[in-house]
């Protein structure tokens, strides 16, 4: 029997694994599909990673290296190369390899499988994909694991920070973007970060979108919704990320709709309490170090269930999004007389008014708000005091 069983060795599962040896659990066991842990920071080959965590700035390849380095150190057991297929209740899992194909048991199971890209391209290829349309993903895999260039004047799709990413990796390898195209208003990631097409030379457009992608077996160019063309050679789709949550969605674990990851109480546990999620594939995408962070705490809280120090989720209060609003994380709260931990939100567009909590009429949180698209807004659980018998909370925007 396996104590706890970590499906997922990016930052936040190997963060909750050394959490969970550190404070004395005996068998922690990470199951990674692929051939070494470490996550997308694997295929990351500039800086910054690790400034919190190793008080190092560090390459996404070094900082990987790290990751597996500190979870050997500690004892964990690593499968790489190990897929986990099935979800049963109570932590039963289905693992299949090259070779093999097993069933286990764990005490725990932290999901944290992470973030992937949404297809971004799927409306404008009608038919077969030219070459050179790629997202994020598939740059970093032909650059750091094919060592092949896929193109050299790319126009990039999207400002999020993963698009600047994309910047620093197309400069270090010799490749020159003609263009960096953003269909909102502004760019979505945070200024200073923003400068970097600037100092780059890289033109940046806003409220542009693109409305065909030219070109035969190659790309050619690309056609604006304005009716402007860009000459190019491909088109880096940057951004869109969604949690990597298709194990969860065909098991038996409850789904939220608007994060499009397991929904969960404030302690990262799911609707079946031997599960627990940590990281991207709760939300979508953050940093690294978030994603570390998060899986660490996560793990405190896995910890002390496994102690009987955790209080019973059976009864709790639903969390429900109102206006103006994307998301909330957690769905639900765990009924305790003093919360403890974070609401997160997501808007989708931007918005300014009074962020407000409320059971029915009363309004037990409020506070002015402006946020742009895709911002993390944080409210402290420990603000929030539940009436007594409310079963559900709503969270909303009023203009």
Known sequence: MIDVAIIGGGPAGVAAALVLRARGIARVAIFEREASLGGVPRHCGHPPFGMREFGAVLTGPAYARRLAAAARAAGVEIYCGHSVVGLLPGGGLDVVTQQNHFALRALRVLLATGAREAPRAARLLGGDRPQGVLNTGALQAALYLQNMVPFRRPVVVGSELVSLSALATCRRH???????????????????????????????????????????????????????????????????????????????????????????????????????????????????????????????????????????????????????????????????????????????????????????????????????????????????????????????ILA
């Open 174 to 396: 010799g490749i020159s973007p003609v263009a960096m195209l953003e269909p909102g208003r502004r760019p979505v990631a945070r200024w200073p970060l923003t400068l970097l097409p600037r100092l780059l030379r890289v033109p940046l457009h806003l409220r542009a979108d693109i409305a065909e992608i030219r070109g035969g077996a190659t790309v050619e160019s690309v056609l604006l919704h304005d009716g402007r063309a860009i000459q190019c050679d491909g088109v880096l789709l940057t951004g869109c990320f969604v949690p990597e949550a298709s194990l969860a969605r065909m098991g038996h674990l409850a789904m939220d709709a608007g994060t499009g990851g397991p929904a969960v109480d404030q302690y990262g546990r799911c609707s079946d309490g031997a599960y627990f999620a940590a990281g991207n594939m709760l939300r979508g995408i953050e940093t690294a170090g978030w994603s570390f962070r998060e899986g660490a705490a996560i793990a405190q809280y896995i910890t002390d269930d496994l102690c009987g120090g955790l209080p019973h989720g059976g009864e709790a209060v639903a969390v429900v999004c109102g206006a103006g609003l994307k998301y909330a994380l957690p769905q639900r709260l765990a009924r305790v007389t003093r919360l403890r931990g974070v609401l997160q939100l997501r808007v989708s567009a931007a918005v300014r008014g009074q962020l407000c909590v409320r059971a029915g009429e009363a309004v037990l949180y409020r506070r002015h708000l402006t946020a742009l698209p895709e911002r993390r807004i944080l409210i402290e659980l420990e603000n929030i005091r539940l009436p007594p018998g409310v079963a559900q909370i709503t969270v909303e």
